[in-house]
């Protein structure tokens, strides 16, 4: 238990050696550190411990020794620690590689706290940190042992903060994937431990409880089945002493909360009927239930370990994002290679990336051409092709041939941290389904005690003898284990499979009402399209070549920066060179080329220098049309048009097929998103749409009792997002940063929203069923318990089987969790891989 284990603990005894009332170490004989806490003198065992216990009474935050569940570790070796060198996270070059900066002088930055033992620890925490000036938000993960820390760093510097969080007893660092592995580590080995330990005990207990069966029918001698008994009570008491001590532990702190949790009930009947059959053992009267207490014991954490490996599998997938980046990268300067810590990388650095090597930043590549693996962070399974002026992530990996790239962000703004700051805000939310089941759990709680109540007092009346073990039963056979694990494991294993097919969930409310969404709306541009011109067409209307047509027009588009230029000067190499160019802003290019003049732009502004526009059949509805003529003849149009992502098609009729109506929103001209819609099917589509007018017909969606999914390319869509019931953002490059989405479809891959709608819709059946089966389950088993027709033993078997089941039906959800794109480090042929992602 975490509260001190005997009264010496909790008062100074001159007469014998007390406990340190802060760490719960032996107090030194002589020694006279004391701190008065709630009007009683309170010994501590270093000047450690009375210096951490005098700043927490300061502070007023004494409720944490009412509270906490087990004893803080002792202070000494943390005071000198707060004292050295916290200084040193405050240099500009440290703070680079966790620390983000905000506007002016905002800061923001993941923590580890060691020492945090109970949820009261964090309670502690966050009020006491919270509490200093210029700290703007302290929120802690119990699970994760994570800190989420915003400062203003005109008024506070994290060192004062690490030193605060060493003030109160604890120690704090940034955070290291190294380490929270490790603690996964440490909490699967404790957990397999105390499986161990139950299970052990149960095989031997269980073989002991046969035999004394049979005896009851054959007959057995009062010494042995005395010297069994005694066995058994050995064997039981490791398991209930130890294997057991977290249901005790969390049914005391919900006791202090005046709350009833599902460990109330469970430690309950642990206890007694421990007690019981110890007394039964030790008076030599009575019946023995240690088979019901170690069974009992070894299936509920049996089916907690699954719970718990569902869950490690899920943040696992956010972990192996944290270990993308290398520890160093190769930096270029002066045309010379060295190798550097990725920590001291700046914007504006070049690096040289080897195949088979991981990108240490986000940049652009300037030099080389290659293909990327970005499978972990996108879920496509293809390497994409990458070429001078193309992004690059930080965390992909190269395949085939060198890289230079300059370095664009580092540190806290990288892609990958995005990522885990949205995975951090939607692991600290839970689900309203989950909600609901933990507000029935309560309930039923309380109804479970008042029936167990019932049923002693009936049976005390009809056969006192049985009454107990038929109550014991009662507890045992209705623990609401499987109604508590109904959510969890499933949200766990659908998050994890979706993150790794390259959806992300940003919100704990997101996969629940994405399975209930009736309505998705698209914009257009960036989302159902790439947002950037390609050229589509090419309409000769002269005795000249298509390639002589595109060739004078990148000759007179060179140099130009407008959207049209890009998509032209991309289409034709360069192979002519034009001279006496002159733009005129909203009309075209003028220029010569071997002689002649030539125009290109608005099918008027080519007119005007004397061409003449002959006749053509071509539908350019909705397309972008670019002229280019002489001085005597129109000689082609040009085609271009915001080009269509190639799963969209796909996609649209994966969400039809799915029972979902489909609309397109866009602020593009009516003409084009019309262009788009026919060409995509989706027959609802309005464009000229401002960012109001898309809110509006959202909301009138919404009073028709729609619940709408809107996707969007998470910045320009931004107060559309937040208007919708679940928001979905494209996530690629930058965008990912100021995304403030539900999800985030970091493929950018269409797909694998109808692949997340069906994983949300699968999710809640799970859930659905696991609700329905642990309902059913109590109300075959309950009047049967209560009848006296279900033995402690049965009752254990029973309830563990049904918890079991519950978690085994969550885990179907696994296998697709577990599929994980394989990273490609060695070199490879993709010479089909433009032509299967363009």
């Known amino acids: 238990m975490c509260v001190p284990s005997d009264a010496a603990a909790l008062r100074v005894n001159e007469s014998m050696q007390a406990a340190c009332f802060h760490c719960g170490l032996p107090v030194p004989s002589g020694s006279r550190y004391q701190v008065e806490i709630e009007n009683t003198q309170r010994a501590m065992c270093c000047p450690g411990c009375q210096a951490v216990a005098a700043a927490i009474v300061d502070y007023g935050l004494t409720d944490f020794y009412r509270y906490r569940t087990e004893n803080s570790l002792t202070a000494q070796p943390l005071v000198p620690q707060a004292l050295r060198e916290l200084e040193l996270y405050d240099q500009p070059e440290l703070q680079r590689s966790f620390v983000r900066h905000g506007d002016r002088q905002l800061r923001e930055a993941s923590l580890i706290l060691e020492g945090i033992v109970c949820a009261a620890c964090l309670w502690l925490n966050e009020r006491h940190v919270g509490a200093l000036p210029g700290v703007i938000e302290f929120r802690t993960n119990y699970t994760t042992r994570r800190a989420q820390v915003s400062w203003d760093d005109s008024r506070i510097h994290l060192s004062d903060i690490l030193r605060a969080i060493t003030e109160i007893g604890y120690h704090a660092h940034p955070f290291d994937p190294g380490r929270q592995e490790a603690v996964y580590k440490k909490e699967r080995s404790i957990a397999l431990r105390r499986l161990a330990v139950a299970g052990l005990g149960a095989l031997q207990v269980m073989m002991l409880a046969v035999a004394m069966y049979a005896g009851d029918f054959y007959g057995m001698d009062v010494a042995l089945r005395t010297f069994m008994r005694w066995v058994s009570l050995v064997l039981t008491v490791p398991v209930v002493l130890y294997s057991a001590r977290p249901f ?3 049914a005391a702190r919900d006791l202090r909360r005046a709350r009833l949790g599902m460990d109330v009930p469970v430690s309950f009947a642990i206890a007694a009927a421990f007690i019981a059959s110890a007394w039964a053992t030790i008076s030599g009267h009575g019946a023995v239930y240690f088979d019901s207490a170690t069974m009992f014991t070894f299936f509920l954490l049996s089916g907690r370990f699954l719970e718990m490996s569902a869950r490690h599998r899920a943040g696992q997938a956010t972990e192996e994002l944290t270990r993308l980046l290398p520890a160093t990268a190769t930096r270029i300067r002066g045309g010379e290679a060295e190798v550097v810590p990725v920590a001291e990388l700046a914007p504006g650095d070049r690096i040289l990336i080897r195949p088979g090597e991981t990108v240490a930043a986000d940049g652009r590549v300037v030099a080389g051409e290659s293909s990327v693996d970005e499978s972990l962070l996108t879920g ?28 664009g962000r580092v540190g806290q703004e990288t892609v990958l941290s995005s990522i885990v700051r949205l995975l951090d805000r939607a692991q600290g939310e839970k689900p309203a389904i989950a909600l609901l089941a933990d507000r029935v759990a309560g309930w039923f709680v309380a109804a479970l005690l008042l029936l167990a109540a019932g049923v002693a007092l009936w049976w005390s009346q009809v056969r006192p003898d049985e009454a107990f073990w038929i109550t014991l039963s009662v507890l045992v056979v209705t623990c609401p284990c499987a109604l508590s694990l109904a959510t969890p494991a499933a949200v766990a294993a659908a998050s994890g499979r979706l993150t790794r097919g390259g959806l992300l969930t940003t919100r704990g409310h997101a996969l629940e009402t994405l399975a209930r969404a009736t309505h998705v709306v698209f914009d257009k541009t960036g989302t159902l399209t790439f947002g950037s011109l390609q050229l589509e067409d090419v309409i000769v209307l002269s005795a000249s070549s298509r390639q002589r047509c595109l060739d004078i027009a990148a000759a007179l588009e060179h140099g130009s920066e407008h959207p049209v230029a890009t998509a032209l000067s991309q289409a034709a190499p360069k192979s002519l060179r034009a001279s006496s160019l002159r733009a005129q802003p909203g009309r075209g290019v003028e220029g010569e080329i071997e002689g002649t003049r030539y125009r290109i732009g608005s099918p008027a502004f080519v007119r005007d220098l004397g061409a003449v526009m002959p006749e053509y059949s071509a539908d350019l509805q909705g397309a972008t049309v670019v002229a280019l003529g002489s001085v005597d003849t129109l000689l082609a149009l040009f085609v271009l048009a915001d080009r269509v992502r190639p799963q969209a098609r796909a996609a649209i009729d994966g969400l039809r097929d799915l029972g979902l109506e489909v609309e397109l929103l866009s602020g593009d001209q009516p003409a084009a998103v019309a262009r788009v819609a026919a060409g995509l099917g989706i027959t609802r589509a309005q464009g000229a749409c401002l960012p109001a007018d898309k809110l509006a017909h959202i909301r009138r969606l919404q009073a028709d009792g729609a619940v709408v999914a809107m996707v969007g390319d998470g910045v320009n869509d931004a107060p559309v997002l937040a208007g919708a019931q679940v928001s979905l953002a494209m996530g690629g490059g930058a965008q990912l940063a100021h995304a403030s989405a539900d999800m985030v479809l970091l493929s950018e891959n269409l797909m694998h929203l109808v692949d997340g709608v069906r994983t949300a819709r699968r999710t809640l059946a799970v859930i659905r069923q696991n609700l329905v089966w642990a ?14 027709l279900v033995a402690p033993w049965m009752a254990a078997l029973g309830m563990s089987v049904s918890s079991l089941l519950v978690v085994a039906n969550a885990l179907r959800l696994a296998p697709l969790s577990a599929v994980q794109p394989q990273r490609r480090r060695d070199a490879q042929d993709t010479s089909q891989a433009p032509a299967a992602i363009r």
């Not at 399974?381 to 890289?403: K, Y």
């Open 775 to 788: 309902i059913l389950y109590n109300i075959i088993a309950v009047p049967l318990a209560a009848a006296g």
């Open 248 to 250: 005790f532990v969390a």
């Open 380 to 407: 496509e399974s293809v390497p994409r092709r990458r070429a001078s002026g193309d992004e690059l992530v930080g965390g992909t990996i190269n395949v085939e041939s060198p890289l230079e790239m300059e370095v």
